[in-house]
């Protein structure tokens, strides 16, 4: 009998990890046999797969474009994204739809901006020859593309390329209505990046029909006119439903460029502008050749409108403001609205033709063609606004878009800095010395007479527009550091309402860094009024459709932000009014009316300013070329001086004259009758004669009167009443 040992529990434990262990070795011997008769299989697979040289180089290339593609697909996902913070997903169809009518201050109406909501029209019901003039000359393959059109684009560009020149757009409808409702006219890549997303964007939510009809509502087509509609009535004194062929062809002409071929602007540009889409009405098969010939040898004639277009340059400011008011939400969902404008028509006509009788007189003499006017109450009401000379020929605002060096217009702004700094008073000695800053390079600015004037009082240099005195101002704002004194006197900008910053350069103190004409009459204004920041406007009172009223301007200064301590600037207008009366702006004196204000010149004569206010408006002018070339010696203190004096010379023939806040003059301001010789108002063929009168401050109480007796305000607004042997009462 065998003898049999009793297993210990350690033995046990010992066979079992020996068995596990065996197992697990097997396994993976298993699974690697597995493996590696898998990737046998899978190598002699491809070996049968293994392209040919011609099939190496297409998989090759195919790989290369996937990567490509993926790179390119988070590049587009990028630039998509500043497309579409464009877009208000709420309200995007209602961000450009308003309907605006302005009236001036009797009521009447000078003029409209946006889309004529009362008298929208459905596409079905417009004539079939504008939809196709517009689709032949804009986008003929509209119906065929998804917003973008490829073959169009490479026409366009060849057509360019061959023409060394811009003579074909390659933009579709889509495209230019996403301009329309997002984006602005600026010429990018940025731009045409973001339009071309946002097209296939109103592709994917529009239908073609909807495209069709926003764009033909609210493109752009001259003279303050948007949409079909309103160019129908403006340019034929018509419905577009009455449209004949030559006339549709005419305005399908105005969407490539309305300035140009504006028919009240350039009548023959226009007709052959119109005969240029008939003959793409028939390239497109859309009419034949006999079916234009009618309208080819009868063209369209638009509606005489000579002196109705008023205010064009300020009512485009005045709906930018309308538009800015809605986005901020304080029109409601408001969208025809009725603007109770601060605009003065009797004051705007003859600003307008003051500066143009100014630039015809002596602007060739000069070497001058262009200037910018700019009148503002003293809460910053617009009154007048001319942003160049002939709005038709060009829209573009000199008085607010353009960034031009002020020169010494500039200085009172280093001036007030250093007043409320404590740096100096009015009659404060300083110094016309050799001066200098270093930037890397000492750079040592000089007087207008290449001289240095010694000690004087701080109300003279200003008055003498000595350049040696900012600098040195400057300096001592910054406490010895140019840079930090220039920090200060930009705080004083933004404290004066400036809308746009100002360069930060070591020449900026002598007027080196660029402003526009508006902002400079806003920061004088903080001046007129005692101290108070001021925005400019338009919109005194907006109603809605109904009537009523949902927006009024602030009017009372007191409620105004404080730009300026009160001592500080009534220091300034008892300096600022030594330039007009023993400085270099004497030819912006007027009788009777104390003014102030300041000349500003800059290198090469390239523009000239004069800046200046009475106790009741507040005036810039600007003069020079677009073209930034010099003219010839002209200086602030004489064209826009002179100018300046007749448009305020007008200005004050009916309103009660106000003394200048903080001047002592030995008589008390009168309505001086000289005035009307200033102004140019005098004779048969002055400036300003026409059909704009005026009432005297005792016409308008008495209209008042009539106002509340509740008689009935005649049909015909007064500025418009032949009143031929009243002109002033």
Excluded at 165 to 176: D, L, M
Excluded at 289 to 304: D, K, S
Excluded at 382 to 396: H, I, N, T
């Amino acid at each position: 009998m065998s003898d049999f040992r009793k297993i210990t529990f350690v033995e046990r434990l010992a066979r079992a990890l020996r068995d596990f262990d065996a197992r697990v070795e097997h396994s993976l011997h298993a699974l690697g046999e597995r493996l590696m008769e898998g990737l046998w299989r899978i190598r002699n697979l491809s070996d049968r797969l293994e392209p040919s040289p011609t099939g190496r180089i297409v998989v090759m290339l195919a790989c290369e474009g996937l990567t490509y593609a993926a790179i390119g697909g988070v590049m587009l996902t990028a630039l998509a994204k500043p497309a579409f913070l464009a877009v208000n997903e709420d309200q995007w169809l209602k961000q450009q739809d308003l309907a605006v009518t302005f009236t001036d201050q009797t009521g009447a109406i000078i003029g409209k901006r946006g889309i004529l909501h009362s008298q929208s029209i459905a596409i079905e019901d417009l004539p079939e020859h504008l939809v196709k003039a517009a689709l032949a000359t804009e986008d003929r393959r509209f119906y065929e593309h998804f917003g973008i059109d490829p073959s169009g684009l490479v026409r366009a560009v060849a057509a360019n390329a061959r023409a060394n020149g811009v003579v074909q757009g390659g933009s579709t409808i889509t495209q230019q209505l996403a301009k329309n409702l997002f984006l602005n006219n600026e010429r990018s890549i940025e731009r045409k990046i973001k339009e071309a997303f946002l097209s296939f964007w109103l592709e994917s939510r529009l239908t073609k029909r909807e495209i069709l009809k926003l764009y033909l509502d609210r493109a752009y087509l001259g003279n303050g006119v948007f949409g079909v509609q309103s160019a129908a009535e403006h340019y034929f004194g018509k419905d577009v439903r009455d449209l004949s062929l030559a006339e549709a062809a005419m305005i399908a002409g105005l969407f490539k460029a309305p300035s140009k071929y504006s028919p009240n602007v350039n009548l023959p540009a226009a007709r052959a502008r119109a005969a240029d889409v008939l003959s793409n009405m028939v390239e497109a098969g859309f009419l034949t050749q006999g079916q234009v010939a009618t309208a080819l040898r009868n063209p369209a004639t638009p509606v005489e409108r000579a002196g109705q277009n008023i205010a064009d340059y300020a009512l485009d400011f005045g709906f930018e403001e309308i538009k800015q008011l809605a986005l901020a939400g304080k029109l409601g969902n408001e969208r025809t609205l009725i603007v109770r404008s601060t605009i003065d028509p009797g004051l705007q006509k003859h600003a307008e033709r003051a500066m143009e009788g100014v630039l015809r007189q002596h602007g060739p003499a000069y070497g001058v063609k262009q200037a910018a006017v700019v009148v503002l109450d003293h809460t910053g009401g617009l009154r007048a606004m001319v942003g160049g000379r002939d709005y038709g020929q060009s829209q573009f605002n000199r008085a607010t878009q353009a960034m031009r060096q002020p020169g010494s217009s500039f200085k009172p702004y280093v001036y007030a800095t250093a007043l409320e700094d404590g740096v100096i008073k009015p009659d404060s000695i300083v110094v016309d010395r050799p001066t200098c800053v270093n930037i890397g390079r000492p750079w040592c600015p000089q007087n207008y007479g290449r001289s240095y004037a010694g000690a004087m009082p701080a109300i003279v240099a200003l008055a003498k527009s000595i350049n040696t005195i900012p600098i040195q101002l400057n300096e001592k704002i910054g406490k010895g550091n140019h840079k930090r004194g220039r920090a200060r006197v930009h705080e004083t900008l933004r404290a004066m309402g400036f809308a746009n910053e100002v360069r930060d350069i070591p020449g900026m103190p002598l007027g080196v860094s660029e402003v526009t004409v508006i902002d400079m009459a806003t920061g004088f204004n903080a001046f007129a009024n005692g101290g108070r920041q001021t925005k400019p406007y338009v919109a005194r009172e907006i109603l809605n459709s109904k009537g009523e009223t949902i927006y009024r301007a602030e009017t009372d200064l007191t409620k105004h932000p404080r730009a300026l301590p009160e001592p500080v600037a009534l220091d300034m207008n008892r300096m600022l009014r030594q330039v007009v009366t023993a400085g270099t702006g004497g030819r912006a004196k007027l009788p009777g009316i104390p003014t102030a204000g300041k000349t500003g010149t800059t290198d090469e004569y390239r523009n000239a300013w004069f800046v200046g206010y009475s106790g009741n408006y507040t005036t810039a002018v600007w003069f020079g070329n677009d073209d930034y070339t010099a003219t010839r010696n002209m200086t602030g203190g004489s064209l826009p001086a002179m100018t300046f004096a007749q448009v305020m010379a007008f200005a004050h023939l009916e309103v009660e004259p106000k003394p200048i806040i903080g001047v002592d003059e030995p008589e008390r301001p009168v309505r001086d009758p000289k005035l009307a010789e200033v102004a140019g108002t005098t004779g048969t063929n002055a400036v300003g004669s026409g059909n704009f009168y005026r009432l005297s401050p005792r016409g308008k109480a008495l209209m008042q009167e009539i106002e509340v007796l509740g008689i009935d305000k005649p049909e015909a607004p007064l500025s418009e009443a032949p009143l031929p042997s009243q002109r002033r009462s």
